[in-house]
Nanobody, 126 residues
Framework: QVQVVESGGRLVQAGGSLRLSCTAS????????IGWFRRAPGTEREKVSC???????????DYADSVKGRFTVSRDAAKNMVYLQMNSLKPEDTAKYYC????????????????WGQGTQVTVSS
């Protein structure tokens, strides 16, 4: 059974930093990707970032325009962890952040991700 768990969300002041963590267990092969999504109240879920890897090495990352230059996604293969380092946080980054897994390649659509975590709340105060 696949389980995706994310953590690390909390209240932080504008301009601050936060690191979210995600792990996916129970995947039947290593050929999967991790996407980070977020949803603010009254909005649809939007993709923040995605990461792929091969033989333990990161092969691809992408970011939403709204977070480029501020957020960095990475993976620690030994720990089977994916991180989303968020710097220069803004109040508009306030949302519930989700980690999701799918086999194959990154996709911008949340509908293409089969496995989801429960989400972790990030609140950025002004």
């Amino acid at each position: 059974q696949v389980q995706v768990v994310e953590s690390g969300g909390r209240l932080v002041q504008a301009g601050g930093s936060l690191r979210l963590s995600c792990t996916a267990s129970g995947m039947t092969s290593d050929n999967y990707v991790i996407g980070w999504f977020r949803r603010a109240p009254g909005t649809e879920r939007e993709k923040v970032s995605c990461i792929t890897w091969n033989n333990g090495r990161t092969t691809y990352t992408d970011y939403a325009d709204s977070v480029k230059g501020r957020f960095t996604v990475s993976r620690d293969a030994a720990k089977n962890m994916v991180y989303l380092q968020m710097n220069s946080l803004k109040p508009e980054d306030t949302a519930k952040y989700y980690c999701a897994a799918r086999y194959g390649v990154c996709s911008d659509s949340p509908r293409n991700y089969r496995y989801w975590g429960q989400g972790t709340q990030v609140t950025v105060s002004s």
